[in-house]
């Protein structure tokens, strides 16, 4: 029968990565009575309504939301069975595909490396990776971590890195609906091994603990001890490493300090902290010296990120987020005191709702980056990817491969400090990398192992194929050649929102889905087409077929039929 295995919500709940397989026989029958059309509600394909759907798998049966509670309890259950499984003789093994990322947010070159081939990455739904060829290929560290979901990156010029994890920006409110809870804040003194810092874990009491969102992280210049951390619960500092911290942001007239979304240091010691989408500016990070910065043109939104030049630190842009679009961008020429409304919408230069740059959600993707070698020129992420030099370009795709394209989504644009060419691109596709500031790119996730499985299949000849966020359905070739699996690279099958997938045990046939109630089937092996057409007020689709939540059926007792599928939220097929 089938061999189909699906993440479950308790599974979805701790971020599974990749496909992971081991044998499951179920025999079920199925019942089925042949229609020839079914007309569906259709949801736009987005990333929002995709965050819904997750949630409506991970939420609470009661409750309806996702309580960090659970979240921890079900770390502690995940742990005590990975003690026991050895008793139990399963052995799980990575099955790929290691050819395509996922959600990236965070990206460091090893400011000691002066080659700049040691490079650090981390997933929100993946863990971290280092790369020692300057990200030609990557590999896991610490494989096993119970705490994947990277947020942020960091490191000292004495060489300590620090890396974040939990981050807000995983749906529109903050909540962290999507299950991106982090574990605290990590720290390595020799880029191998990585020691979660006790004094920052969540409390598992606490249903919204400050630590459980850390979303961004800046080290001193010139004391690796010294750490500031914007997290769920504001400023933290720490003078001696991590082990202790303080508050350092305090409310001022007029505001009250929120949740963190970015921090930022310059050379001379100066820090600005973006909270609630403004600005908090100190001339030395000092505890109670934080004061927000007013008047015309300064930095207001529901998020703000800001990023200091780095061939000047006096100049500083800032990118804020407001209503899903831009909220505004903003320049400052000392350091954050003063700021002006540069670019925008407002300015005639145009960029924002008009052109899809943020596709309403620039609350979730929203990256900035600052050319090394001139501090004038910038370039903006969301959906797409956008040059300002005096005028707006638009500098990638982002469908399909190919030197001009980068995956959608864009959460970060970093620079190699040792190569000011050298521009890395971190998406929900994982990794690109630029050698001339953002004329080509190049995909750079090869072992980056960050796809986010959301359902998986297995075919009799060992075949596997997966479904992901927003990497579409991929195969992945597990034949064994001589007793040894031929390799983990896929084949990219089907696009979109990749949800549940499955092989027909009768026929060469194979069915992939996206969670806006779309799906498509292919023949052996080769790439999906759909299997609806435009209708109102919903798609129509040529088979018989029933779409609520869970997994793939096949009508076995009809062999020559190949429309016969069946969604169901039951143990059982239901009969439609």
């Avoid at 003690?83 to 400011?111: C, M, S, Y």
């Avoid at 001139?374 to 370039?379: I, K, L, N, Q």
């Avoid at 040529?542 to 869970?550: A, E, H, I, N, P």
């Avoid at 016969?564 to 439609?576: L, S």
């Amino acid at each position: 029968m089938k061999n189909t295995i699906l993440v479950s919500a308790i599974a979805a709940s701790l971020v599974g990565v990749g496909c992971l397989t081991m044998n499951s026989n179920t025999d079920v029958s199925a019942s089925y009575e042949k229609r020839t059309q079914l007309t569906f509600n259709e949801k736009a394909q987005s990333w929002k309504h995709a965050q819904e759907f997750q949630k409506m798998f991970r939420a609470d049966v009661n409750t309806g939301e996702i309580d960090i509670r659970d979240v921890l309890k079900g770390r502690e259950q995940a742990e005590f069975l990975r003690g026991q499984r050895a008793g139990v003789g399963l052995e799980w093994k990575e099955r790929g595909p290691d050819n395509v990322g996922g959600r990236t947010r965070a990206i460091l070159v090893d400011k000691l490396d002066t080659t700049g081939n040691t490079v650090y990455a981390g997933s929100v739904a993946g863990g971290l990776f280092k790369s020692i060829n300057g990200a030609a290929t990557w590999e896991p560290i610490d494989d096993h971590s119970d705490s994947p979901a990277i947020s942020c990156i960091d490191q000292g010029m004495g060489g300590t890195i620090y890396v974040g994890t939990g981050c807000s920006f995983e749906n529109f409110d903050g909540s962290g609906s999507s299950g991106m809870i982090g574990k605290g804040l990590y720290k390595s003194t020799d880029g191998e091994t990585f020691t979660i810092l006790t004094s920052t874990l969540p409390a598992a009491n606490a249903t919204g603990d400050g630590w459980a969102h850390i979303n961004g992280i800046a080290v001193d210049p010139t004391n690796d001890n010294r750490v500031f951390a914007a997290t769920k619960g504001g400023l933290m500092l720490t003078e001696d490493g991590g082990t202790t911290w303080d508050v350092a942001a305090f409310n001022t007239a007029g505001f009250t300090v929120a949740s963190g979304n970015d921090v930022r240091i310059a050379d001379d010691g100066t820090v600005l902290y973006a909270a609630g989408g403004k600005v908090m500016h100190s001339p030395d990070g000092d505890i109670g010296s934080f004061i927000y910065v007013t008047g015309t043109g300064t930095p207001t939104g529901s998020r703000t990120i800001v990023k200091f030049a780095p061939s000047n630190n006096d100049t500083v842009w800032a990118l804020s987020a407001s209503g899903g679009e831009l909220g505004g961008f903003y320049l400052s020429t000392d350091r954050g005191e003063t700021w002006s409304y540069d670019q925008g919408e407002n300015s005639g230069v145009g960029f924002g709702s008009c052109c899809g740059l943020f596709n309403g959600q620039a609350n979730y993707d929203l990256a900035l980056g600052v050319n090394p070698k001139d501090a004038s020129t910038v370039y903006i992420g969301g959906v797409q990817l956008w040059r300002y030099d005096g005028s707006l370009t638009r500098i990638a795709g982002e469908f399909g491969g190919g030197e001009f394209n980068v995956h959608s989504d864009k959460h970060d644009v970093y620079f190699d400090p040792h190569n000011p060419n050298k521009m890395f691109v971190a998406s929900d596709g994982g990794i690109h990398v630029s050698y001339n500031q953002g004329q080509t790119y190049f995909s750079a996730s090869k072992g980056y192992n960050t796809f986010s499985c959301y359902g998986i299949a297995l075919d009799k000849d060992g075949t596997m194929m997966g479904g992901a966020q927003d990497n579409g359905t991929w195969s992945v070739d597990n034949s064994v050649a001589g007793g040894i699996f031929t390799g983990l690279e896929g084949t990219n099958v089907g696009g979109g929102d990749g949800y549940d997938c499955d092989y027909s045990q009768i026929t060469n046939i194979s069915f992939s889905t996206i969670y806006s109630q779309a799906f498509s089937r292919g023949i052996d092996g080769a790439s999906m087409g759909s299997m609806c057409t435009s209708g109102s007020p919903g798609p129509i689709c040529d088979q018989g077929s029933f779409y609520t939540v869970g997994r793939l059926w096949e009508n076995e007792n009809d062999p020559t039929s190949q429309t016969t599928i069946v969604f169901t939220n039951t143990n059982a097929p239901q009969a439609i």
